[in-house]
């Protein structure tokens, strides 16, 4: 079972994604409504901190204003807008912006547990993670023959990003076919190849909130969740079986 009191939540955020190509969803006023809904429904579960931090150079005095009389676990960081990485893509600039928040927040580098999760989602069967969670290095789903992550959500020590994430930031490029969701997954193997100890969610998170890229709901439609979260319990069966052979 996950201890929330140990562990720290990283919304990451980019309300104003002028330099950010293909979005459907790019009107900031609208991203902020998504930001904050999200926010809210987070902030139901008692985690030790929750850092959200924006990349795109927003005035975040809106949200500190709605939040400073309510809830001083949270803190929000906004980075310089970084125009000419924007080719590098939205990956880059996520990564780029979590190592920030590393680097100026003191709740993180402390953190023993982080959960990552881009901030305009909510998982909406969070409490079956919380209480199906096992300890270990990282929690994701791996997928495509194992070469790609979800990057969406995941669940890690704060260790896995020195060593595994940052060192490897330079290597993201969307233009060259190479994503955030490459890089997540290569560090999971080499994590393991350290004798690290990577596990998928015992449970298929299921992602609710509305896609940037095309401007759709993100929630499955009732048989795919249920294919999905079958397939999702028989694949860690199955794992399970193997690693105990």
């Known amino acids: 079972m996950l201890d929330l009191n140990q562990t720290t939540l990283i919304l990451t955020a980019t309300i104003d994604p002028i330099c950010t190509h293909k979005l459907k969803r790019s009107n900031p006023t609208e991203r902020l409504n998504d930001y904050k809904k999200a926010l809210s429904l987070w902030r139901q579960h008692e985690f030790k901190n929750i850092v959200f931090i924006d990349n795109s150079g927003y005035d975040l005095s809106v949200l500190r204003e709605v939040y400073k009389n309510v ?18 893509g939205k990956g880059y600039g996520e990564l780029t912006m979590i190592k920030y928040a590393f680097d100026h927040c003191e709740v993180l580098s402390q953190a023993p547990i982080i959960i990552k999760s881009s901030g305009r989602v909510y998982i909406k069967n969070f409490s079956h993670f919380i209480n199906e969670y096992v300890e270990c290095e990282i929690m994701c789903n791996l997928e495509k023959n194992l070469s790609w992550a979800d990057s969406r959500f995941f669940c890690s020590y704060s260790t896995f990003y020195q060593q595994f994430l940052f060192p490897n930031i330079e290597q993201l490029n969307d233009d060259q076919g190479f994503y955030i969701e490459h890089l997540l997954a290569l560090a ?4 393991m190849q350290k004798k690290h100890k990577w596990l998928p969610p015992a449970s298929l998170p299921l992602v609710t909130g509305i896609s940037g890229t095309n401007g759709s709901t993100l929630d499955y439609p009732l048989l795919k969740k249920i294919r999905r979260s079958f397939y999702q319990k028989l694949r860690n069966k199955l794992l399970k079986m193997h690693i105990s052979n």
């Not at 999971?188 to 994590?191: I, N």
């Open 71 to 88: 809830d001083h676990k949270v803190t929000f960081l906004s980075t310089p807008r970084r125009d000419k990485d924007s080719h590098k």
């Open 188 to 191: 999971c193997h080499e994590a």
